[in-house]
């Protein structure tokens, strides 16, 4: 417990609630994110299955990250978590099936590939502040957004572009307890990967969006 109250430079090991405002309130963004796609994928008349999907966990990573920066313990820990991987590997099948047409047991090799070494990489809080766990996935977004280019997917470069964010992202957390001011970087984490999670659900959104237009 006491090594939570310590991963973030704005808490410094304060156990209050509000200890973190800032990195609490920017969780807002995942849910920015969430309605700004549930709007545009409303517009296009494409709220399927698999964007309903992604709303709800994009909007679950920022319920789950606002209850870790407030209620320091094991199990909000693994509310924060365990939203992330589930929108990983609900994004890395939907996108690899169907945007980018592989095979369904490519794209399951992709995500056990991906979820497995972030794990393995999560003890690791050396070097990059424990920022290991989410290389796997940079990785893989860059590559399928290297295909979403190939395949001439609508607005082909979001993906590229939502590696590229994330990759500041990264940079963000790793520097947040080296910064000298006192609330850290790690809220342009949270600010980041609201932009990240909007950038990867709206190609999904036009995907789905230019199927539907084919099939008329």
Request: charged share 10%; net charge positive; glycine share 6%.
């Amino acid at each position: 417990m006491n090594s939570l109250l310590h991963l973030y430079r704005e808490r410094c090991g304060h156990p209050g609630f509000w200890a973190e405002p800032v990195n609490a309130v920017t969780n807002a963004s995942f849910l920015i994110a969430a309605i700004a796609a549930w709007h545009l994928a409303a517009r296009r008349g494409v709220l399927t299955e698999g964007t309903w999907t992604l709303l709800v966990l994009a909007a679950a990573i920022g319920c789950g990250s606002f209850l870790f920066h407030t209620l320091v313990n094991r199990w909000t820990m693994w509310l924060d978590i365990v939203p992330i991987a589930l929108f990983q590997v609900a994004f890395l099948w939907l996108a690899g099936r169907s945007m980018l047409q592989f095979s369904a047991t490519a794209t399951a090799g992709i995500i056990v590939l991906v979820i497995g070494l972030s794990f393995a990489a999560m003890p690791l809080h050396r070097p990059l502040n424990g920022s290991l766990f989410y290389f796997p996935a940079l990785i893989a977004v860059a590559a399928y957004g290297v295909v979403a280019v190939l395949r001439s997917q609508p607005e082909p470069w979001l993906l590229l572009a939502a590696a590229s964010v994330f990759c500041a992202a990264i940079v963000a957390r790793s520097l947040d307890r080296s910064v000298p001011f006192a609330v850290g970087t790690h809220f342009l984490w949270h600010l980041l990967n609201g932009a990240v999670l909007y950038l990867a659900m709206r190609a999904w959104v036009l995907h789905v969006a230019a199927l539907r237009t084919r099939s008329i």
